[in-house]
């Protein structure tokens, strides 16, 4: 078990410009979420697979955000024509489904982006 | 909607010390989790504690432990004889059922624990 890996760890870009992140997750767990934490702030939730499938989305993920689990198995986070309001840390959990229930996420180290 | 509520931005214990972190949270669900996640300087948050609404005793993980009060919707986090190692923000959370089938986490906006030798 090595845990939920993110990359990048780091990333400034341009406004403007596109971004992706990707996730791995703890390799058996079904449940993979994205979360966004601006400085001074807990995490929000942005959105969450079950295998490959999304099947919610907050609404703080607007327009210029996707995300896709293709497979079930890693996951990306893109973001197209960042604003400087996109700065932030962007962190991956993941989690499975037990008799008790998938409440137990593990966190991901995060990618953190800086909009310059 | 849930919101959660961490009072206390910041706080301090000596070493060896006990220390009690507040929260509090707004539902009108019955049947619910909450959890303390702790996240040191530039390190991956990690559980610390959880609970599940429809217990009454309150949870224990060695030098950790919460009171919960349903009826009040509090839960403190008590951590016994703190170490340097439990310096961190700590961050309450709470997970409901929504329809769509996401336990997805509602976060407090922390407390930065610095513990001193």
């Known amino acids: 078990d090595t845990g939920v890996s993110q990359d990048p760890r780091h990333k400034i870009t341009k406004r403007g410009q596109n971004v992706t992140f990707r996730c791995d997750p703890i390799s058996e767990h079904n449940r993979l979420y994205w979360y966004r934490q601006t400085l001074g702030q807990g995490p929000e939730f942005l959105t969450y697979f079950q295998n490959e499938a999304q099947l919610e989305k907050s609404r703080l993920l607007s327009d210029r955000f996707s995300a896709e689990r293709p497979k079930g198995s890693f996951s990306t986070l893109e973001i197209q024509r960042t604003e400087q309001g996109d700065s932030a840390m962007y962190l991956c959990?993941?989690?499975?489904?037990?008799?008790?229930?998938?409440?137990?996420?593990?966190f991901g180290p995060g990618t953190r982006l800086t909009v310059t | 909607a849930q919101t959660v509520t961490q009072s206390q931005p910041e706080m301090s214990v000596q070493e060896a010390e006990t220390v009690t972190l507040s929260c509090t949270y707004d539902?009108?669900?019955?049947?619910?989790?909450l959890f303390w996640y702790k996240q040191p300087p530039s390190r991956q948050m990690i559980l610390v504690i959880r609970?599940?609404?429809?217990?009454?005793q309150n949870a224990t993980e060695n030098r950790f432990s919460v009171n919960f009060q349903k009826a009040a919707k509090s839960f403190s986090l008590k951590i016994s004889d703190s170490q340097l190692g439990d310096t961190a923000m700590y961050f309450c959370?709470?997970?409901?059922?929504?329809?769509?089938?996401?336990?997805?986490?509602?976060f407090g906006k922390g407390t930065k624990l610095s513990v001193i030798p």
């Open positions: 609970q599940e609404a429809y217990k009454q």
């Open positions: 959370a709470f997970m409901r059922y929504s329809g769509a089938g996401s336990y997805q986490l509602t």
């Open positions: 959990a993941s989690s499975l489904d037990r008799l008790a229930g998938p409440y137990e996420q593990y």
């Open positions: 539902t009108s669900e019955n049947n619910y989790y």
